[in-house]
């Protein structure tokens, strides 16, 4: 199964611990809301590690093939300088 479809399973399988918590004040429900969050968590960060990987893997590849070097790094433009504050009178 794809990574959306566990996200979505995830979710899915919260809704009726949320309600229970939210509606009915059940706080058992809350520690696994708490637990299923935590888990969302975790996955979100698998997920997005995943992905940068793929782009690192799929950049990584088209510029060797080329033979081409990669662009310069751009240099930051400097930092806009901060108004003075306003004289009291």
Do not use: H
């Not at 429900?29 to 990987?53: P, Y």
């Amino acid at each position: 199964m794809n990574n959306f479809g566990k996200l979505r399973d995830l979710v899915m399988a919260m809704e009726g611990d949320f309600e229970k918590f939210y509606d009915k004040s059940n706080s058992a429900a809350g520690t696994r809301v708490r637990k299923g969050m935590q888990e969302l968590k975790n996955m979100a960060q698998q997920i997005r590690s995943e992905v940068q990987n793929m782009k690192n893997d799929a950049a990584g590849s088209a510029g060797a093939g080329a033979g081409a070097k990669a662009p310069a790094a751009k240099k930051a433009a400097p930092a806009a300088k901060k108004a003075a504050p306003a004289k009291k009178k």
